[in-house]
């Protein structure tokens, strides 16, 4: 099978891209050639901008895929562009949207893929809903070949999952406090990219998939405290909690404050039914606690990956003075 992934080697995506490798996929890579994670051994790389419309035409001009997944489309500009490079194209066409879709705060858990979508306090969210909302009427219309696939918070070794990354964990070894949104008991569900490619990949030409959107998450369900903890005890040390209501944090960082109030502040739990249904034997199998061992080790190997960032460490120390 004949296949494109548009980005590929991210932090969700390139665990996908080597299980699609693994599983005997012609694949294509069409990205910039700029990210630290390597090209996987058999993939075939197509240098280009996606965002530059006519040089990326002329590139997939000569081309016709199975399946194409856009993992860094965001707006519905760049839809626009998908479906004028893809219609009758493409026998399969993968939108990677997000969890954060849903509505918040949820009316009811677990979520379920006929959850509502409404995302009033994070933009990006909103993005992708009308993301989602464009591509569905594509379907509805003309059948343009629509899967949508909605991550949750998926994580590689890369990523400390925590607001503030490489200084938070600077805090927790130096014994500072660590700001914990509210008061760490809202349900969190984080998943490791390599569960999730066990999930996604098998949907890649898969006619049942078509016009269907699922999410792929862990069952693994996690209190913040817990988070932090697991993270602290993976870097051999304690987490020192300073709980604060999101509203607060929101009101002096607006970004950090969009993220929880828009998702993170929410408990999350997820039924995954829908994809284990379309992918028989499907089960997230990495705990948290493995996966945080991964991500300490990775920071751990380079100093330069531990960089601090000043205004953060500052902004952390000012809530802590609340």
Known sequence: MRTLFIGGTGKIS?????QAIESGIDLYLLNRGQSERPIPRGATVLH???RDKQSIKNLLRKHRFDAV??????????????LELFQERVEQYIFISSASVYQKPPNRLPITESTPCRNPYWEYSRNKIACEERLQRAYRETGFPLTIVRPSHTYDCTMLIVPGGATTLDRMRRGK????HGDGTSLWTVTHHRDFARGFVPLLGLPQ???ETVHITSDEVLTWNQIFDIIARAAGTTAEKFHVPSTVIARHDREWGAGLLG????????????VKKLVPGFCATIP???GAEEIIAWYDADPAR???DPDFDRLCDRLAEL
């Open 14 to 18: 390139s665990a996908c891209s080597q």
């Open 48 to 50: 280009g901008d996606i």
């Open 69 to 82: 997944v856009d993992w860094i489309a965001y707006t519905p500009e760049h839809i626009e562009l998908d």
């Open 177 to 180: 406090p660590v700001i914990v």
């Open 209 to 211: 998939a078509i016009g």
């Open 263 to 274: 998702d993170k502040a929410h408990s999350m739990i997820f039924d995954n039914a829908k």
């Open 288 to 290: 948290f606690c493995r």
């Open 306 to 308: 531990c960089a601090i």
